[in-house]
Each structure stands twice: as structure tokens, then as C-alpha cells.
């Protein structure tokens, strides 16, 4: 997990490219989640999903 202060310049482009009007802005694995007040049922139930996905590892 990644923490950005939105005064920070990157907060503020990662507020930019998302179209965020507040924060919070969520992202999972990169994409939008959310923004402002957090769904956190919404959120919980998202993360089960990513756990139940099969896992694609490269290697040697």
C-alpha cells in the first residue's frame, strides 16, 4: 500500500489523470476505486475478488 499527501506534486498529478474532485482517491492495482468517502463493504468485497483470481507469476 502506497500513501500520498494530495499537496504533494505527485498527488496532484495522480488527482489530475484521475479526474478526482476529492479525496480520497483509492486505487487498486492502479486503476480508480474511488474517491472521497470510502465504500469500505464495496471495497471488502473487491479485495475477496482479487484474492479468488488466479495469480499469474514468471520465473526461472
Known amino acids: 500500500m ?3 499527501d494530495v499537496r504533494d506534486p505527485a498527488g ?3 488527482m489530475r489523470r484521475h479526474g478526482a ?3 480520497p482517491l483509492v486505487l487498486v ?3 480508480f476505486f474511488s474517491q472521497g468517502r470510502l465504500p469500505r463493504r464495496k471495497l471488502a468485497r ?3 475478488k ?3 483470481r488466479p495469480h499469474i507469476t514468471t520465473g526461472a
Open 2 to 4: 502506497t500513501t500520498l
Open 12 to 14: 496532484q498529478d495522480l
Open 21 to 23: 474532485g476529492m479525496s
Open 29 to 31: 492495482d492502479g486503476a
Open 46 to 48: 473487491h479485495l475477496r
Open 50 to 52: 482479487c484474492a479468488e
